[in-house]
Nanobody, 131 residues
Framework: QVQLVESGGGLVQAGGSTRLSCAASAASGSSFVINVVGWYRRAPGERLEFVATVTRDGTPNYADFVKGRFAISRDNTKNTVYLQMNSLKPGDAAVYYC??????????????????????WGQGTLVTVSS
Protein backbone atom coordinates (compact mmCIF):
# COMPACT_ATOMS: atom_id res chain seq x y z
CA GLN A 1 0.00 0.00 0.00
CA VAL A 2 2.51 2.60 1.13
CA GLN A 3 6.21 2.33 0.36
CA LEU A 4 9.16 4.22 1.77
CA VAL A 5 12.30 4.75 -0.26
CA GLU A 6 15.44 6.10 1.38
CA SER A 7 18.20 7.83 -0.52
CA GLY A 8 21.23 9.97 0.10
CA GLY A 9 23.57 7.51 1.77
CA GLY A 10 27.13 6.97 0.67
CA LEU A 11 30.71 7.60 1.67
CA VAL A 12 31.38 10.71 3.74
CA GLN A 13 34.54 11.91 5.43
CA ALA A 14 34.58 12.29 9.16
CA GLY A 15 33.46 15.79 10.02
CA GLY A 16 31.49 16.01 6.82
CA SER A 17 27.78 16.20 6.10
CA THR A 18 25.15 14.41 4.11
CA ARG A 19 21.38 14.45 3.86
CA LEU A 20 19.15 11.42 3.78
CA SER A 21 15.70 11.47 2.26
CA CYS A 22 12.73 9.22 2.89
CA ALA A 23 10.00 9.47 0.28
CA ALA A 24 6.60 7.87 0.74
CA SER A 25 4.45 6.71 -2.12
CA ALA A 26 1.51 4.45 -2.80
CA ALA A 27 -0.14 2.73 -5.69
CA SER A 28 -2.07 4.96 -8.05
CA GLY A 29 -5.42 5.92 -6.60
CA SER A 30 -4.42 5.24 -3.02
CA SER A 31 -4.83 8.04 -0.54
CA PHE A 32 -2.75 8.18 2.59
CA VAL A 33 -1.37 10.49 5.23
CA ILE A 34 2.05 10.06 6.75
CA ASN A 35 2.03 10.67 10.47
CA VAL A 36 5.11 10.24 12.69
CA VAL A 37 8.29 9.38 10.81
CA GLY A 38 11.46 8.11 12.38
CA TRP A 39 15.01 7.35 11.41
CA TYR A 40 16.77 4.36 12.91
CA ARG A 41 20.16 2.86 12.24
CA ARG A 42 21.99 -0.41 12.55
CA ALA A 43 25.74 -0.62 12.54
CA PRO A 44 27.42 -3.94 11.67
CA GLY A 45 27.01 -6.35 14.54
CA GLU A 46 24.92 -3.89 16.50
CA ARG A 47 21.25 -3.57 17.36
CA LEU A 48 18.82 -1.27 15.65
CA GLU A 49 18.84 2.07 17.43
CA PHE A 50 16.65 5.13 17.40
CA VAL A 51 18.04 8.27 15.78
CA ALA A 52 15.23 10.79 15.43
CA THR A 53 11.51 11.22 14.83
CA VAL A 54 9.35 14.02 13.53
CA THR A 55 5.61 14.45 13.95
CA ARG A 56 3.33 15.59 11.19
CA ASP A 57 3.45 19.16 12.47
CA GLY A 58 7.25 19.07 12.40
CA THR A 59 8.06 18.50 16.07
CA PRO A 60 11.40 16.68 16.27
CA ASN A 61 12.82 14.31 18.83
CA TYR A 62 16.44 13.14 18.85
CA ALA A 63 18.62 10.52 20.39
CA ASP A 64 21.15 12.14 22.70
CA PHE A 65 24.08 11.09 20.55
CA VAL A 66 22.87 13.11 17.55
CA LYS A 67 21.60 16.23 19.27
CA GLY A 68 23.26 19.28 17.83
CA ARG A 69 24.60 17.36 14.84
CA PHE A 70 21.56 15.91 13.04
CA ALA A 71 18.35 17.66 12.04
CA ILE A 72 15.15 15.97 10.96
CA SER A 73 12.57 17.80 8.86
CA ARG A 74 9.71 17.05 6.52
CA ASP A 75 7.86 18.35 3.52
CA ASN A 76 4.30 17.10 3.74
CA THR A 77 3.54 18.33 0.22
CA LYS A 78 6.15 15.88 -1.06
CA ASN A 79 5.54 13.16 1.52
CA THR A 80 9.25 13.29 2.22
CA VAL A 81 11.27 13.39 5.41
CA TYR A 82 14.89 14.45 5.57
CA LEU A 83 17.74 13.76 7.95
CA GLN A 84 20.51 16.32 7.73
CA MET A 85 23.62 14.78 9.21
CA ASN A 86 26.50 17.08 10.15
CA SER A 87 29.81 16.58 11.93
CA LEU A 88 29.73 12.92 11.08
CA LYS A 89 31.83 10.51 13.09
CA PRO A 90 33.04 7.02 12.22
CA GLY A 91 30.58 5.75 14.81
CA ASP A 92 27.72 7.11 12.71
CA ALA A 93 28.42 4.60 9.98
CA ALA A 94 25.42 2.33 9.64
CA VAL A 95 22.45 1.40 7.51
CA TYR A 96 19.83 4.05 8.15
CA TYR A 97 16.19 3.03 8.00
CA CYS A 98 13.11 5.16 7.69
CA UNK A 99 9.98 4.16 9.58
CA UNK A 100 6.56 5.76 9.24
CA UNK A 101 3.11 5.50 10.65
CA UNK A 102 0.55 6.07 7.96
CA UNK A 103 -3.21 6.32 7.71
CA UNK A 104 -4.54 4.79 4.51
CA UNK A 105 -7.98 5.61 3.15
CA UNK A 106 -9.72 2.29 2.56
CA UNK A 107 -13.33 3.25 1.76
CA UNK A 108 -14.09 6.93 1.19
CA UNK A 109 -17.78 6.23 0.55
CA UNK A 110 -18.47 5.39 4.15
CA UNK A 111 -19.39 7.98 6.75
CA UNK A 112 -16.98 8.46 8.36
CA UNK A 113 -14.51 7.22 5.73
CA UNK A 114 -12.94 3.89 6.59
CA UNK A 115 -9.22 4.12 7.22
CA UNK A 116 -6.44 1.83 8.37
CA UNK A 117 -3.34 2.71 10.34
CA UNK A 118 -0.20 0.95 9.22
CA UNK A 119 3.52 0.98 9.96
CA UNK A 120 6.00 0.93 7.13
CA TRP A 121 9.77 0.49 6.91
CA GLY A 122 12.08 1.47 4.09
CA GLN A 123 14.81 -0.76 2.71
CA GLY A 124 17.61 1.25 4.28
CA THR A 125 20.46 3.33 2.97
CA LEU A 126 24.11 2.81 3.85
CA VAL A 127 26.17 5.63 5.30
CA THR A 128 29.91 5.04 5.50
CA VAL A 129 32.15 7.47 7.36
CA SER A 130 35.85 7.47 6.61
CA SER A 131 38.28 8.61 9.28
Amino acid sequence: QVQLVESGGGLVQAGGSTRLSCAASAASGSSFVINVVGWYRRAPGERLEFVATVTRDGTPNYADFVKGRFAISRDNTKNTVYLQMNSLKPGDAAVYYCNAGATVLIDPSRIPPRTRNIEVWGQGTLVTVSS
